[in-house]
């Protein structure tokens, strides 16, 4: 027999009502598919949702080394549903979230929208967001690997904007349970571009994706990926989790592979999809603000304020777009870009150490 309250029931009737409304609002927003998705995927019970984050919360108390600068529910629940809500397992992941930023100050500093780095990445396309998401709710990521202009856009830079991305989209609960999709495209991505992805860096993305970010990803697909990322792929693969070794899809151009598993009607022509073909501005615009474009100053200032205007017309120069190369997919499906000659003289080799 459980303990028995004595407080009169009308007491009690108040404390469960109060309770309610607290889960009811960590609920908020979510279409009833969705929370029931949450229940039969991830294990959510609404019932109990106050003490599964008390429980990660109480953990704290056993990473004293580590600064955790945010610990409210909201914030707990993201984690709790990014590990089916195992709560050691959240905790861990959470730890992680906050160690992986103490050890990667400089990644951190001003990391924001109008940074003149990662303001430069989301101009050039890194990521790519597609404003509808799939059948089964999750939002889709795009990389168009050839874009990556080195001498413009540091790697880590591009990590940063995506990470960066990654923070304001998974403010969306409804993705904190459905997750995301990346589709990488690797058309035109040359020999000496995939030399500069040294296995330091590599690790650095993995950490910060895999084992340090509360998102679910369903898949990363590749598309039209030369013989050297199957190389790189190779290297990397002892880093990775067996769940996440398993949700990686190598499609080269078969997009007829890609269509079975990410409908055509939500994917842009670049991949055999019926949409139009991505606009590079379209997610930077989004952070950036409406009034944003090539030529002119952005001024949005929604996103707690993260995005500051600048006037340096030095820094719009810096950050003006360059012409975009564009995946081949649609219109030379068989064709692969392989090593051109003379290409990685004088480069690194590509699987050498830093």
Request: net charge negative.
């Amino acid at each position: 027999m459980g303990p028995v309250s004595l407080l009169p029931k009308y007491q009690q009737l108040s404390i469960w009502k109060g309770d309610l409304a607290e889960m009811t609002h960590l609920q908020a927003g979510l279409s009833p598919e969705t929370i029931e998705k949450a229940r039969l995927e991830l294990n959510e019970n609404p019932d109990v949702l106050h003490q599964d984050i008390q429980q990660v919360r109480d953990m704290i108390i056993t990473r004293p080394d580590i600064g955790f600068l945010r610990t409210d529910d909201a914030f707990i629940l993201r984690f709790l549903r990014a590990r089916k809500f195992h709560q050691a397992d959240a905790f861990r992941l959470l730890a992680q979230y906050f160690q992986y930023r103490q050890l990667n100050l400089d990644m951190f500093k001003n990391f924001k929208a109008d940074d003149p780095g990662i303001k430069r990445a989301l101009i050039d396309g890194f990521p790519g967001v597609l404003e509808n998401r799939d059948h089964y709710g999750r939002k889709i990521l795009l990389l168009f690997a050839a874009n990556w202009d080195q001498s413009r856009n540091s790697f880590t830079d591009i990590l940063r904007a995506i990470l960066l991305s990654l923070e304001v989209l998974i403010e969306d609960p409804e993705l904190q349970i459905n997750g995301f999709i990346l589709i990488i495209d690797w058309s035109n991505f040359s020999f000496k571009q995939a030399s500069k992805l040294t296995p330091s860096i590599l690790k650095l993305a993995i950490e910060g994706l895999q084992d340090s970010f509360p998102a679910r990803f369903g898949g990363v697909h590749f598309v039209n990926q030369p013989w050297y990322i199957h190389a790189l792929y190779t290297l990397i693969k002892p880093f990775l989790k067996d769940k996440t070794r398993k949700r990686i899809f190598l499609h080269g151009n078969n997009l007829n592979s890609l269509h079975q598993l990410i409908h055509p009607e939500f994917l842009p022509s670049e991949f055999g999809g019926t949409l139009p073909p991505y606009d590079m501005g379209t997610w930077a615009r989004t952070l950036l603000g409406p009034d944003y474009s090539d030529e002119n100053d952005y001024t949005h200032t929604s996103y707690n304020a993260m995005h500051v205007k600048h006037t340096s017309s030095n820094l719009e120069r810096e950050c003006s777009p360059k012409p975009m190369k564009r995946s081949q997919s649609v219109v030379e499906a068989g064709t692969l870009k392989h090593e051109e000659k003379g290409e990685n003289e004088n480069t690194q080799p590509l699987l050498a150490l830093d």
